[in-house]
C-alpha cells in the first residue's frame, strides 16, 4: 500500500513537469522538434508513467541548450555593437636607428700648440661648454701681459694728456693706479713737468707784456708832453708874428719861436711813433702767450689722439690674445658623446686648426632614421604622430617615445641587397617615458610606429572578405 502511495506521488511530480515542459515548449515546438527525434514524441502519446519520467529528463536537455543558446546570441550581438563602434589605430612600421639630430661635431685648435692637459675619453659623455682638453698657454699668456703692461702705459699717458689740455689735476682711475702704480707715478712727473715748462713760457711771455705795456705808458706821456708843448709853441708864435710888424719884437725872436715850434712837434710825432710801436709790441706779446698755450694744448690733443688710437688698436690685439689664452682650453660645443680623440698623448704637440676630438650631438629631442615599404607610403605626412620603440629597452617596462613624423624622402632608395624602401625621419617631441639614467646614443636601433588613421574592428575584420569578394568579382 505505501509502495502504491510512493509510486503514485512520483509519477504525479513526473506529469507535471511534463506539463510544464509542454506547455513552456509549445512556442519552440517546431525548433524542439528539429533537435530530437519524431519518435520521441509519438512515444509520448503512449506511455505509462514510467516512461514518461524518462521523457521528463529528455526534456531538461532542450531548456539548457536554449538558455546557452540566448547568452551566445546575446555575446555575439555585443561583439558585433562594440566591432561596430570600438576604433583601432591604423599603423605604419617600419624599421631604424636612432642618428645625431644635429651633424658630427669636429672639434679644432685654434692656434696649436702643446697638450698639457686630456680631461676626456671615448665614449664618455660631455656637456656644451665642458673642456675637453688644455694647450699650454705660457706664450699666449707672456704675449697679453706684455700687452697688457703697454696698455696700462698707453692709458696713464692718455690721462696725463687730459689733464694738460683741460689744466687739471692728474688724477687716473684707482684700477689704474693699483694695476700700474709705476706708470703712473712716472706720468705723474711728466704731468708736472709740462705743466712746469708750460708755466715757465707763460711767466716769460707775461713779463715781456709787462714790460711793453710800461714803455707804452711812458711812450703815451711823452707823446701827451710833448703835444702840449707843441700847442703852447705854436700858440706863442701866432702871438708874436704881429708884434713884429710893429717893431716890438726882433726877427730873430720870431726864428727862436718857430724852431721850438719844429722841435715840439717832432718829439710829438717821435712819441707818437713810438706808442703805436709799443702797442704793436704788447699786442704781438699777448698773442704768442695765446699762441703757446693753444700751440701746447694743440700738441697734446694730437698726442692724445695718437695714444688713444694705439691703445684702441692694442686693445684688439689684446682682445684677440685674451681669446687666444681662453682658446688654449678646447670646448664642447654641444652636449654629446665623445667619438674620437685625434691625440692622446700628453705633450704631443697640436697643429694649428687640427681637429682633436669628434663628438656625436645629443638631443632632449631624438631623430630616428627608419625604412618605410613603398606599398606603405601612400598615407604617410609629415607631422603624423609616431611611437619610437628602442630595442635596447623592454617597451612593456619602459615604454616608448611620443615623437612625430618630420621627412620623407623624395624618392626610394635601394640598398646593396636590392631592398627598395622609403627613408623617413621621425622627431620626438618629449623624453620622459625613458628614465633619465637610460642613456639614449645615436646608433641605437628602433622601431617606429607611424600612425596613419583610425578603423572599426568592424572593418577591420571584413576588411578580408571584401578583398576576396572584390578579387572574385572580376575575370580576365
Known amino acids: 500500500m505505501t509502495k502504491h502511495r510512493d509510486s503514485t506521488a512520483e509519477q504525479q511530480g513526473f506529469e507535471a513537469i511534463g506539463r510544464f515542459s509542454e506547455v513552456g515548449g509549445r512556442p519552440f515546438r517546431p525548433f524542439i522538434d528539429r533537435l530530437f527525434a519524431r519518435s520521441v514524441t509519438a512515444a509520448h502519446l503512449n506511455r505509462d508513467w514510467a516512461s ?3 521523457w521528463a529528463r529528455l526534456q531538461q536537455d532542450p531548456l539548457r541548450a536554449r538558455a546557452f543558446l540566448y547568452v551566445v546570441l546575446l555575446a555575439v550581438a555585443a561583439l558585433v555593437a562594440w566591432s561596430y563602434f570600438a576604433s583601432i589605430d591604423e599603423v605604419t612600421r617600419g624599421s631604424g636607428r636612432v642618428i645625431p ?17 686630456m680631461l676626456v675619453r671615448e665614449g664618455q659623455m660631455v656637456e656644451a661648454g665642458q673642456v675637453l682638453m688644455r694647450i699650454d698657454p705660457t706664450r699666449f699668456v707672456s704675449s697679453f701681459r706684455e700687452n697688457r703692461a703697454q696698455a696700462l702705459a698707453l692709458e696713464a699717458r692718455a690721462e696725463r694728456l687730459r689733464a694738460l689740455i683741460t689744466d687739471t689735476p692728474f688724477a687716473p682711475a684707482e684700477t689704474l693706479r693699483s694695476e700700474a702704480p709705476g706708470i703712473v707715478a712716472q706720468e705723474r712727473e711728466v704731468y708736472e713737468s709740462r705743466r712746469e715748462e708750460l708755466r715757465e713760457q707763460e711767466s716769460i711771455l707775461a713779463d715781456r707784456i709787462r714790460q711793453r705795456e710800461e714803455e707804452l705808458r711812458e711812450a703815451r706821456a711823452r707823446r701827451d708832453t710833448a703835444q702840449r708843448e707843441a700847442n703852447m709853441a705854436g700858440q706863442e708864435l701866432n ?14 725872436e720870431v726864428l727862436r719861436l718857430q724852431r721850438e715850434v719844429s722841435r715840439a712837434t717832432g718829439e710829438r710825432d717821435q ?7 709799443l702797442e704793436a709790441a704788447v699786442e704781438e706779446a699777448r698773442t704768442q702767450l695765446s699762441e703757446v698755450r693753444t700751440e701746447r694744448r694743440s700738441d697734446w690733443q694730437n698726442d692724445l689722439a695718437q695714444t688713444l688710437g694705439d691703445l684702441n688698436a692694442l686693445d684688439e690685439s689684446s682682445t684677440g690674445l685674451q681669446d687666444r689664452v681662453r682658446l688654449a682650453e678646447v670646448r664642447s660645443p654641444v652636449d654629446g658623446v665623445v667619438q674620437r680623440l685625434a691625440i692622446n698623448t700628453i705633450g704631443g704637440v697640436a697643429q694649428a686648426g687640427q681637429e682633436v676630438v669628434e663628438i656625436v650631438p645629443s638631443d632632449d629631442q631624438l631623430l630616428v632614421e627608419a625604412r618605410i615599404a613603398p606599398q606603405d607610403i601612400a598615407f604617410l605626412r609629415p607631422g603624423q604622430p609616431a611611437t619610437i620603440k628602442l630595442t635596447a629597452y623592454d617597451f612593456a ?3 616608448g617615445l611620443s615623437a612625430e613624423l618630420d621627412h620623407i624622402s623624395a ?3 635601394t640598398d646593396d641587397n636590392d631592398n627598395t624602401f622609403y627613408l623617413v625621419r621621425v622627431r620626438t617631441v618629449e623624453s620622459e617615458n625613458i628614465a633619465s639614467e637610460l642613456a639614449v646614443i645615436p646608433g641605437m636601433t628602433a622601431q617606429v610606429d607611424i600612425m596613419t588613421g583610425k578603423r572599426t574592428v568592424m572593418q577591420y575584420l571584413l576588411k578580408p572578405v571584401l578583398r576576396a569578394w572584390s578579387d572574385s568579382m572580376g575575370e580576365r
Not at 101 to 117: A, N
Not at 240 to 246: A, E, G, V
Not at 271 to 277: D, I, K
Open 52 to 54: 514518461d519520467a524518462d
Open 239 to 252: 702871438l708874436t708874428r704881429p708884434l713884429l710888424q710893429s717893431g716890438a719884437v726882433s726877427e730873430v
Open 411 to 413: 624618392d626610394t632608395i
Open 271 to 277: 712819441a707818437a711813433a713810438a706808442v703805436s710801436r
Open 397 to 399: 617596462i619602459y615604454g
Open 101 to 117: 639630430s644635429s651633424q658630427l661635431q669636429r672639434v679644432q685648435t685654434f692656434d696649436g700648440g702643446v697638450v698639457q692637459e
